[in-house]
Structures are given as structure tokens and as C-alpha cells.
DNA sequence: GCCCGCCATGACAACGTTGTCAACCCGGCG
DNA sequence: CGCCGGGTTGACAACGTTGTCATGGCGGGC
């Protein structure tokens, strides 16, 4: 027996066990064509006894491909990222692919870290939730040749992107409450420094405008989840308060609902339990899981070879009306 | 210029471009000390020309160990398996670790097919939530030399496990609803062959016997969550009908809500807005951040060459009392 | 002034796999 | 009976890195 007594046995081992060449054994594990059956199971045997597996990491350096993607978004612990990530990892399934994933804490540096270190590992292509705005740093990967796509937020380079109609859908949802009958909406939103806030406010400012109501700059607050129930306390016990409020994501929604205000309100983001609480909550809903399939469909398209331009999709979204948006002022 | 037209740029690039030999890029590369710094500085500027980044797989075949774990959980898309995830995570990158993740679905071969890919990419350890009670195909990997600690259900080998103390906060919840008057509680819980399920009823049949009440069979539902709605539904409609619930997961929490009862209700697992549900869902929680970041330090602890026999933690569960479970009969 | 020893650098093999190409065996055909 | 060809099997190099050991140069001590 050369196997040695740590460690995991090689092709080398299950070949001499087998009594066979390194490379017979070698298209057997591969399944590769032309190797007479009783030899595919005389080594096949050999493999059971040793419990060979295949060293992946060999097999990578010699063959170039990993099988693996790259995959960073900002939280897995949030539900809408993790319902990307699952809607990632069944369509990489499919493909035989597996998935790193990382959360970058909407940290532009960990992000990075996160993307060279699937870089060194040779992921064949990379999803990224971007952090920051400037991805220069990944310009030398994709021209070694890493596929990637962004989703969910542009990233500044000319490569596949995935994103929701942001503005559209805040425009929709604010809409929503001037059609019944409110005259001013407040909008608390994600740090405006964050594509998809400065979206949904200018949604905002666009279904004002289409209204024909005044943009009144003391009815909007922007900043972490935490600091949006007391944002629109001021702002209801100021003179001429708002009679109704769009929430600009999900975590706000829910600190809106948390603080035990109970205006007129649309969210953006669907979340589980909307409907149960009393008024079931109107939103805007995006679709997560087809966010992360559709990425996750253009990648492994390039993968396969795609050229052409990189493509810009935008998904729709779609209000969910529940009572909270539907209350008069 | 060595270096090939695509492809990446290799450390013999980067010598050739510095003029200097491969094994002293390596040292830059890998900080060893005993590199004069104008050497240092050479080869870094020559990395950084070249764009290049070494290459991990040659490395991992080389060195044997990977700096990288497996997580198998059930769903990353369900909040209690993704809090886990995102605290593998973290306690991963303290440790500079990767975390390869994969969702089983609760399917074994899933399951192991997930654990046989994660060691072919050679893994240096594994945290599972075990889906199947058959581990016995990990019993090579094991001998290998593969860490392996179980999360949240035992996995029928002597390893690391960490669990949650279902049967005693079972038993705490039912013992609750009792303390509040109930004498016929329901118990609906998820498949009696999953381990916490199994556990749960146990704990809730031992709060009954502790208070002298009978195990009324036509009280206990069990199977998936969409079944628990109509099973609570039949009931209510009988003769001599529970007036207090106990549901043995989140998922059926919910089921049970969205299906419109509204009987006294404790239930295992917290969720999210449960404290904003009229009334507030008396739940026995439990904490999955610390079930991760356990298990996640066990296995470091065994990776650094922890000895010793397996540990067995039992993490405890905390009643959180909202108004569901105060209801009287 | 010379030798010893240390420090910086380099040459080389090895990790486990796969692609290339050569060798071999066997049967069938001329 | 010999040769040819197809179908199997095997030998060998290469992938990019790191560990081991050798080499060379330089400073200090005698």
C-alpha cells in the first residue's frame, strides 16, 4: 500500500491498489470514453476501498476552470440578499457550479477584499451587490477574463447588470397615496449615497411633480434605519405634517411600524408579514429570487462564451396593496 | 514579456518582469521575512504592473490546507439558517477563512453530495446542519483528517455538535399557555422524523405530564407547514377543542397566523415583527447567531489541533412573553 | 588580511491532476 | 502468415506554487 498514512489517497494510490497506470485511473473518475468495463471496475473498486476523491484543487491548476462563482452582497442575515443568494445558488446548481459567497457590510474595502479573494481562488465569474461606486480595482480581473455582473446596483463598468425599476416603482407607491387623496407624503429613505435610495427619491420627487405638489425638502430624511422613526416623529409634530409616508426599503419600513407611527404608508420592499398586521402594510414589492436568477443567467452565459454587448436589465416591481396605503388623510 | 497574451500573469511573469527568481516573488508575495526592502519594493512594483495575484489552487496543492470551511444548511433563504450563515461568517473571516455555502434543501443526497463536493475542494473543516440521520459516507472524510461539527441537530457520529435546547424550551412554552389556564393545548409541529420536531413534542408531552393533564393524540398535528393551517382548523371544529396552540417552528407560527386562527399561541422559534402582530406572538426563541458562532468556534478550535473528546453544547432558549401566550381560555 | 558565518537570493523538486502522444495487443484481411 | 488498424493502456510533461537546500557575497573578528 503507497498510501501514505495521514492524509487522503491519490489517483496514485487507487493506480498502484489497482494495479493500473495513473492515467487509467484518471479517465475513470472522469468517466471518459475508452476504457474496457471490467477495467472501469476492477479501478472503480479500488477507489471504493481507498475512498479516493478526486483532489479538486489539482484538477483546477491543471485545467484552468473551477466550477465556482463568486458571489457579494451586502448581508445574508437580510432577507431580500438572501433570497438572491438562494436563487444564485439553484442556478449555479444547475450548472454544476458552486457558489462562494461573502457579505460585504456595504463596506467598499471588504467588498474588494471579498472579490480578489474569490479572484485568487479563480471563481470563473463574479455577482456583485456593489458597495462602493468605484470598481476600477476589478478592471484587471475581467481582463484576465472573470465574467461578473452586477445586481441590484450599477457598478460603474460596462458589464451585465441586473437592476429593479427603482425609480419607477417609488414613483408608483407615492402615486398610490396622492391618488388617495394625500397632499403631503414624507419619504424616508437609505443614505442617498446608495444607488438605489437615490432612485427611489428621485421616483419621489417624480410622482410629486407629475401631481403637481411642491418637493418640500422638510419631508424628506435619508440616513440608517435607525434614525427613521424619529425623523418622522419631528416631522409629525411640526406644523403642517405629513398625512402619509413612503419608506425607501425594507429595514425602514419595519423601524417606521417599530416606533408606532401609523400613517398613511407605502413601502418600498415586500417582507413576510406585511399582510398580517393590522393595517396589512401596502408595498412596493421587488422580486429578489428572479433578481438573482437573472444575474446569475447572465453570467453563466458569458460563461458558455456569450460576446456581444453587456446587457442592462431592469426588473419591474409591483404594488401590493394591504390597507396601509390605501388609508385617507 | 513572458507572459502569455490571456491568461493570468504567473509568479515566473512577475520574476521575469523583475529579473529576479520565481521562489523570491514568492517571499515577497507571502511576506516572509529575510527580503531586503529595495528587493521588496522591486518585486512589488512588478506585481503591481503586471496585475497579478496569486494563484490559490497551486497554492492549496502545495501547502495541503485551504483556508476554507463547508456550511451545508437547509435554506439560506429561511432567517434562522441564514443567521447562522452570516455568523459562520463572521467568526470565518476572523479566522481567515472562506465559507463555501450550500443550501440541502433538507434532502440527504443533496445533502451529501454538498459535504463530498466541499472535500473534494478540500475543505479544511465542516459545519452541517445534518438533513439525514445516515453520516456513515462521512466516516472517510473524517479519518482523512476533515473537522466536522454538527449544528442545530445531532448527526449520529461522535463529533462536535451544537444544539438548541428544544425539548426543555418546549417544554417551558407549553408549560406557559398551562400556567395561563389552558388545560387542552394543540401542539402542530413539523415532520416528527426531523430531530428538533421530535424533541419539541417530547418536551411539550413532558409539560403536560408535569401538570397532570392527558396526551390527547387528536391535539398533535405534525408535517409540513402548509398542512398546519387546515389540521388546526379540523380542531377547532371538534368536539371538546383546544384553546391554546403551541407550534413547533416559525414556519408553522406563521401558517398558523396567515390561516386567520387566533388562539392563545406560543410558539418556538422568534421572527421578525412578531412583537408587531396585534397581539405580539409569545414565542420561545431561539438564537441562532450564537448556534453558528459556536459551532463555527468549535471548529476553529479543532482546525488550530484541538484534541480532546467531542464536545456536546446545549444552547439555551429564552420565552418571550408578547400577549399571545397570556391569553386566557 | 583572511577566514568564518550569516544573510539574501536562487535552483530544484514536489504537490495531484490532465493533455499529449506513444506503445501495445488483438483480430481481421490480404 | 504477416501486416495493418482500431481500441486500450501507459509514460511523461505541465499547470503555479512552496519547502528544502545550495550558493554567493559581505561584514566582522582575530
Not at 306 to 314: D, I, K, M, S
Request: hydrophobic share 40%; with cysteine; net charge neutral.
Amino acid at each position: 500500500m503507497t498510501e501514505s498514512a495521514k492524509g487522503r489517497p491519490t489517483m496514485k494510490d487507487v493506480a498502484a491498489e489497482a494495479g493500473v497506470a495513473l492515467k487509467t485511473v484518471s479517465r475513470v473518475v472522469n468517466g471518459e470514453a475508452g476504457v474496457a468495463p471490467a477495467m472501469a471496475e476492477r479501478v472503480g473498486a479500488a477507489i471504493e476501498r481507498l475512498g479516493y476523491r478526486r483532489n479538486e484543487s489539482a484538477r483546477v491548476l491543471r485545467r484552468g476552470r473551477t466550477a465556482s462563482i463568486g458571489l457579494v452582497i451586502e448581508d445574508v442575515a437580510d432577507p431580500f440578499y438572501s433570497g438572491i443568494s438562494r436563487a444564485v445558488e439553484n442556478v449555479a446548481l444547475r450548472h454544476g457550479s458552486l457558489v462562494l459567497s461573502g457579505s460585504s457590510g456595504e463596506d467598499p474595502r471588504r467588498e474588494r477584499e471579498l472579490v480578489l479573494t474569490f479572484c485568487a481562488r479563480r471563481v470563473d465569474g463574479l455577482i456583485i451587490v456593489p458597495a462602493g461606486s468605484d470598481h476600477a480595482y476589478l478592471r484587471p480581473e475581467l481582463d484576465a477574463g472573470i465574467a461578473a455582473v452586477f445586481a441590484d446596483r450599477p457598478g460603474g463598468l460596462d458589464v451585465d447588470t441586473v437592476l429593479c425599476d427603482n425609480s419607477g416603482g417609488a414613483r408608483s407607491g407615492v402615486a398610490h397615496l396622492i391618488a388617495h387623496g394625500h397632499r403631503r407624503v414624507a419619504f424616508l429613505g437609505d443614505s442617498a449615497s446608495i444607488y438605489t435610495s437615490g432612485e427611489r427619491l428621485a421616483g419621489y420627487r417624480r410622482a410629486l411633480r407629475e401631481a403637481g405638489l411642491p418637493y418640500d425638502a422638510s419631508l424628506v430624511a435619508t440616513g440608517p434605519a435607525e434614525q427613521a422613526g424619529p425623523a418622522l416623529a419631528r416631522m409629525l409634530t411640526g406644523d403642517d405634517p405629513p398625512t402619509a409616508v413612503f419608506t425607501g426599503n425594507g429595514r425602514i419600513t419595519v423601524a417606521v411600524l417599530r416606533a408606532g407611527h401609523r400613517p398613511a404608508l407605502v413601502g418600498f420592499d415586500d417582507f413576510e408579514l406585511a399582510d398580517l398586521l393590522v393595517p396589512g402594510v401596502t408595498v412596493v414589492a421587488q422580486d429578489p429570487a428572479r433578481l438573482g436568477a437573472t444575474a446569475a443567467e447572465l453570467l453563466f452565459r458569458r460563461l458558455a462564451g456569450g460576446r456581444g454587448a453587456p446587457e442592462r436589465v431592469e426588473l419591474p416591481t409591483r404594488l401590493i396593496p394591504r390597507g396601509s396605503g390605501e388609508l385617507r388623510p
